[in-house]
């Protein structure tokens, strides 16, 4: 039983030295794209998206991802 608590621990540690660097890759990716946007989706600050994208990392990216570059962006509604 102690072989599977040792086993579990070294998965849990793997798992945590791959996530938050994945975690923090992602926010500074968005912040970075969105310090080089002019206008970012509702006029929301760079310095606002690295906090969104910090607290929820894959939905904050997704979100992110869906104001600015999706087909739902503001920018592309105006070429329709």
Known sequence: MVALG?????????W?????PT??????IVYRDAKRLSQTALGLSP???LGITFSLPIIGMLIYWI?????LSRDSLYKL
Do not use: K, P
């Open 23 to 28: 975690h923090l890759a992602l926010t500074v």
């Open 16 to 20: 945590a030295l791959l996530l938050i």
């Open 47 to 49: 310095f606002l998206w």
């Open 67 to 71: 104001m600015n570059y999706s087909s």
């Open 6 to 14: 040792a086993f579990l621990g070294i998965i849990q540690m793997i």
